[in-house]
C-alpha cells in the first residue's frame, strides 16, 4: 500500500496514511503520560540491521543461534569471534533522525521515558535522558560467576591474547556481554519498563516486529498505543494508528508537528 492510502481495519485502527500520522500526533499531544518504545528498526538507519525486517540480519545468519546462552558457552570460539564481532559493529555507530525527533519529544517533555529493546546506546548519544534498555547494553561486561563488572573491550583485549572464553580476573568464572540473550533472564530494567509501560497513557512504538517476548508484552499494558514500522506486526489492529514507514523520515515530521501543536516552536 503506498504512503498517503489509508484502510480503516477490523477494530476502525487507521494504517499507513497521512490520517494515521496525524492521529499519532494528537495522542500525543493529548497524552499526559507517553512512553516510546523502540526495537531494532529505529537503528536500521544508521546502519545496523535488524533481526527479522527485510533486510535481517536473521535472513543472512541464523542469530538466534549465534546470539546464544547455547553458543556462548557450548561453542566459545564461535560466539567470541563472531558473535562478538556483531555486537562490536553496532558500537560506532551515529544516531539518525528518529533518535533525535525522540530526543527532542523527550526534552519538550512529550515524551517521559524511552523503553529500548536496542543495545546500540544510539538514543543516548541523541540526548535523550531516561532510557531504559530491557535488553542490555554494550558498555560492560560482567563475570557470570561472582558478577565482575569490566569495560566490554576486556573481552576483545582477552580474545585477542588467546583466552576464549575470556576469564574473570577475580574468580576465573566467564565473562560475558552484558546483554540478554535468548534464554537468559529479563534484567531488573524490565520491572521498570513494566512500571513505565503501565503508567503511560499512550505508548509510541517505533521499529519493532513486536515478536520477541516479553517485550511484545509491554504496549498492551499501556492505556493505547500506536507503532511506526515497515512491516505488519501482530498487534497492529489493537493499536490506535499505524504508520507504515521509516522511523527517520516518519518521526521528525510527528515531533515538527507536535511541537507546533504544543506552541513549542
Ligand atoms: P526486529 O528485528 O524483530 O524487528 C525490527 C522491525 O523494524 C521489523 O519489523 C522491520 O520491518 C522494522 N524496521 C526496519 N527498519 C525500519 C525503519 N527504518 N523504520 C521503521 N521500521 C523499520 O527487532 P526487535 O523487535 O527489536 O527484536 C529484535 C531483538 O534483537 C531485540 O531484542 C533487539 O534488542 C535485538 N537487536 C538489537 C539491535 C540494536 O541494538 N540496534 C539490532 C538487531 C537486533
Known amino acids: 500500500m503506498a504512503h498517503g492510502e489509508w484502510r480503516e481495519g477490523l477494530d476502525g485502527f487507521k494504517q499507513n496514511s497521512d490520517e494515521a500520522l496525524d492521529e499519532l500526533v494528537d495522542a500525543l499531544v493529548s497524552s499526559e503520560y507517553c512512553v516510546v518504545m523502540t526495537g531494532a528498526g529505529v537503528s536500521t538507519e544508521s546502519g545496523i540491521p535488524d533481526f527479522r525486517g527485510p533486510r535481517g540480519l536473521w535472513k543472512n545468519q541464523d542469530m538466534v543461534e549465534l546470539l546464544s546462552l547455547e553458543t556462548l558457552y557450548g561453542r566459545p570460539q564461535l560466539f567470541y ?4 564481532s556483531v555486537l562490536n559493529g553496532m558500537r560506532d555507530k551515529e544516531p539518525n533522525p528518529a533518535h533525535k525527533a525522540i530526543a527532542t519529544l523527550e526534552a519538550a517533555h512529550v515524551v517521559k521515558a524511552v523503553i529500548t529493546q536496542n543495545i546500540d546506546a544510539l538514543h543516548q548519544k541523541a540526548g535523550a535522558k531516561r532510557v531504559i534498555e530491557i535488553h542490555g547494553h554494550l558498555r560492560t561486561c560482567s563475570c557470570d560467576t561472582c558478577k565482575a563488572v569490566y569495560p566490554f573491550e576486556y573481552m576483545a583485549d582477552e580474545v585477542r591474547d588467546g583466552s576464549i572464553p575470556p576469564r574473570c580476573i ?21 520491572r521498570e519498563a513494566m512500571e513505565e509501560a503501565s503508567k503511560s497513557d499512550f505508548m509510541l512504538v517505533v521499529g519493532s516486529s513486536l515478536s520477541v517476548a516479553p517485550a511484545a508484552y509491554l504496549p498492551g499494558m499501556a492505556c493505547s498505543f500506536g507503532i511506526i514500522n515497515l512491516e505488519p506486526t501482530p498487534y497492529d489492529e489493537k493499536a490506535v494508528a499505524v504508520v507504515r514507514g521509516k522511523a527517520g523520515e516518519v518521526l521528525p515530521k510527528i515531533a515538527e508537528k507536535v511541537l507546533r501543536l504544543r506552541g513549542m516552536t
Open 81 to 84: 569471534t563472531e558473535g562478538l
Open 170 to 190: 577475580i574468580c576465573n568464572g566467564t565473562v560475558r556481554p552484558d546483554v540478554v540473550f535468548f534464554d537468559d533472564q529479563m534484567p531488573d530494567a524490565f
